[in-house]
Structures are given as structure tokens and as C-alpha cells.
């Protein structure tokens, strides 16, 4: 029998204990082995968990110093605190099931040098009950990666989707998506572009072997798309969406999260919801497509008890991150101001004469190109200019931005979102 502690017993720990049990036929079947989960470490003690018929206490000590626990699986989200138990964990000779991301983000390639000889693993930190992990790392295995392109992030995905569709204001749907336990504790890391940051660090690890930290990469999240943008996109035929980007470009990967315009007839733009979507271009397999629910305790718990059953069928580590030895001509990441987009640029300006002459010479003197432009008149003698452009560089486009918001006729900070 393995015997599985679990370390921060909140919603999916508890789906964790129970999918265990109500599973049990299918999971010793498949394991070869009956798994139960034997106790649980919970920061406060107050609340009841006396349903979930498991040993619980608030001393991390009782799961770590248990010889008869096996698996010790690491719930309990942050970064150092989180990072100190599970090393403690393998130091003790326990195999490590986790899905915290943020952990990952910062610090996999010291846990991968630690669990050499044990296994660690992370389905659930990625894309929820979505195996990406597992497809990334074993069934894509055969690739060149091109790209990964995708929704991480099933709370900005379930918000943007809100906002499209019912028009509905940006803080109530936040408050409603919190309600449904779908953000993190601190949403500012969903609505920050954090959280889908920290899921595409992972990805590009495995695919890339790119040993990249949050602070390296272009990371903006939902918090300035605004009605007006979410209506002119409509209008044109696209959609917001926050994305996850991940590019090889000959020896460089761009890695990036922000919201993107996306023609409304891609795939990727039909993903409504608290739905995660992930595509992967593969140089031989050509383009897959990962779709599932990306949060909730089930769904990510469905992933987590995976691991566990790998874990109890081996015991035995594979490469952490995909790699067993650095690749040759190894990949570098791509400078943030390197990366080229095509950009939809939105100004209110006075209307007035000579306006448009001054904006469209601010983007020939920063070499960017227009590919269409529009006027439409908004309040009191103000205009909105919806421009799209060119492929441009980054840094000219963080540049002309920066001049445009101090003329004196823009009468706000301009609006910039890439398009895909
Ligand atoms: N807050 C995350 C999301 C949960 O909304 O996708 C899963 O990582």
C-alpha cells in the first residue's frame, strides 16, 4: 500500500483525499497497488475536516517525519515556504507531488538537481486537470518545439469572457470569479498575468530547456482592457484574451503574457470561460491542441492523484523537466525589447486640426508602419484613432507610446494591445 500526506488541505486537497477514495477500484487497478491518503497539514486548525476521515494537524513535522508516508503531496502555495518543505520531503527520501506554480517558476531546476533519484512531479501546475505535462514532456518528446500558444489562466479567461459577452464591469466579475474559487488567493496574480506567467515558465523549461525567472519576461495582465477595446476588437472581428506565448526564433525563445487581440474564427479564441486551451507546434507532429477545465478542486485534484498513481506504478524519476542532458546549440532567451508583434494602438485625441498629421509622423520617426487607421468621434470634441500596424518592434512601440501620451491633444494615456 502507498500512504500519501498532504501538505495544505484547502479545496483541491480535500478532492485530492476524495477522488482517493470514491476512485479507489479504478486507481488500484491502474497502479497496481491500493494508495490512501493518510493525513493532512493545515495551517489552522479551527475548521472542521472531520468528513475527510484523514489524520490532520497544523505540523508539517507529522507528514515529513512519517516513515510510513510515501508521497508527500505540497498544497500550500507561495514560494520559499512551499520550497523548504519539499526539499525537506526529498531530503527524507519522499517522492513530491505538487501544483504550485509559483514554486516551479522560481525554483525547478534546483528541485530537478535534487530529485535526481526520486520523483517529482507537477501535472497540476500547469493548465489544471489539462495533462500538458505529460504531453510536452513524453508525447512531444520527438519534436523541435515551435511554439505554445494559449490560455493559462482560467480566471482572466472566465472575466474576458464575461466582459465580451455580457458586457459585464470588470470588478464585479472578478468578485464572482473569486466567489467560484477559481483565482488565487491574491487574484492580483491572475489579473496581473503572473499566475499564467509562472505556467509558461514551466512550459518553456520542458520545451526549451529555458532556465528563465518571472522578472526576465514581458508580463502584463487584464487590469487596463477596458468596454471600449473589448467593443472595437468585436467590431472588427476579434476577441481579447489573455495569452501565454512561447516562440522559438532561430537560437532565441520569446516568452511573453499579455492580452492579445485574436481573430474570433481561432480556435483558441473560441475558449470561453474558466476553460484553459494551450496549443503546441511540434516541427514533426505539426499543431495539437490541449482543451480543459484549467481550475477548480476536481479538475486540478484529477491531476495531482495522476502523479501519484506514476509515481506509485515506478517510483521511479524521470528528468524533472524533460531534458537528461543540456541540449546542443542550447536556446537563449529573447531580449523583451527584440520581440515583434503587430500592435492595435488606440489614442483619444482632441479633434482638431493637424492632430493626425503629428500622431502618424510619431510613428514614421519610430519606424513603425500603419496598416489601417480609423476615426471615430467620441465625447465633447474628442476623437478615438484605432490604428493597427506592421510587425514592429517592441521597443519602438514602448517608445512611440511614451510620446504619444505626452501630446498635448491625447487626452488620456493611449491604449496598445498585441494582436495575434
Ligand atoms: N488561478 C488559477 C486560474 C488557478 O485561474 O487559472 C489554476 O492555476
Do not use: W
Amino acid at each position: 500500500m502507498i500512504k500519501v500526506g498532504i501538505i495544505g488541505v484547502g479545496t483541491v486537497g480535500a478532492s485530492v483525499v476524495n477522488i482517493l477514495k470514491e476512485n479507489a477500484d479504478v486507481i488500484s487497478a491502474r497502479a497496481g497497488v491500493d494508495i490512501v491518503a493518510k493525513s493532512g497539514v493545515v495551517k489552522n486548525l479551527n475548521k472542521d475536516r472531520s468528513y475527510l476521515g484523514i489524520k490532520i494537524s497544523d505540523n508539517v513535522d507529522d507528514i515529513l517525519n512519517d516513515d510510513e508516508i510515501d508521497i508527500v503531496v505540497e498544497l500550500m502555495g507561495g514560494v520559499e515556504e512551499p520550497f523548504e518543505v519539499v526539499k525537506r520531503a526529498l531530503k527524507s527520501g519522499k517522492a513530491v507531488v505538487t501544483a504550485n506554480k509559483a514554486l516551479l517558476a522560481y525554483h525547478r531546476y534546483e528541485l530537478q538537481e535534487m530529485a535526481q533519484d526520486i520523483a517529482f512531479e507537477y501535472e497540476a501546475s500547469v493548465a489544471g486537470g489539462i495533462p500538458i505535462i505529460n504531453a510536452l514532456r513524453d508525447g512531444l518528446s520527438a519534436n523541435h518545439i515551435e511554439s505554445i500558444m494559449g490560455i493559462m489562466n482560467g480566471t482572466c479567461n472566465y472575466m474576458m469572457t464575461k466582459m465580451t459577452n455580457e458586457g459585464v464591469a470588470y470588478n464585479d466579475i472578478l468578485k464572482e470569479a473569486q466567489e467560484l474559487g477559481y483565482a488565487e488567493s491574491d487574484p492580483t496574480f491572475d489579473v496581473g498575468g503572473y499566475d499564467a506567467a509562472h505556467k509558461l515558465l514551466i512550459l518553456a523549461s520542458i520545451a526549451y530547456g529555458i532556465d528563465a525567472k518571472p522578472e526576465d519576461i514581458l508580463i502584463e495582465g487584464i487590469q487596463n482592457v477596458s468596454q471600449d477595446d473589448i467593443s472595437f476588437a468585436k467590431e472588427f472581428g476579434y476577441v481579447i484574451k489573455l495569452l501565454g506565448i512561447a516562440k522559438k526564433d532561430k537560437n532565441e525563445v520569446e516568452l511573453r503574457v499579455h492580452a492579445c487581440l485574436i481573430k474570433k474564427q481561432e480556435m483558441i479564441a473560441k475558449i470561453d470561460g474558466v476553460m484553459n486551451g494551450i496549443s503546441v507546434v511540434g516541427d514533426k507532429v505539426g499543431e495539437t491542441l490541449y482543451y480543459g477545465p484549467g481550475a477548480g478542486g476536481d479538475a486540478t485534484a484529477s491531476a495531482v492523484v495522476a502523479n501519484i498513481i506514476d509515481i506509485a506504478r515506478s517510483g521511479k524519476s524521470k528528468p524533472m523537466l524533460g531534458f537528461d542532458k543540456p541540449m546542443e546549440g542550447k536556446l537563449t532567451l529573447k531580449a523583451t525589447d527584440d520581440i515583434e508583434s503587430k500592435y492595435y494602438i488606440r489614442i483619444n485625441v482632441s479633434d482638431k486640426k493637424g492632430v493626425l498629421a503629428r500622431i502618424t509622423k510619431i510613428f514614421e520617426d519610430n519606424n513603425i508602419s500603419v496598416e489601417t487607421m480609423l476615426q471615430r468621434p467620441s465625447l465633447a470634441n474628442s476623437a478615438n484613432l484605432l490604428i493597427s500596424t506592421h510587425i514592429a518592434y517592441e521597443r519602438d512601440i514602448q517608445t512611440m507610446m511614451k510620446e504619444i501620451e505626452k501630446l498635448e491633444f491625447v487626452n488620456f494615456a493611449p491604449v496598445m494591445i498585441r494582436i495575434v
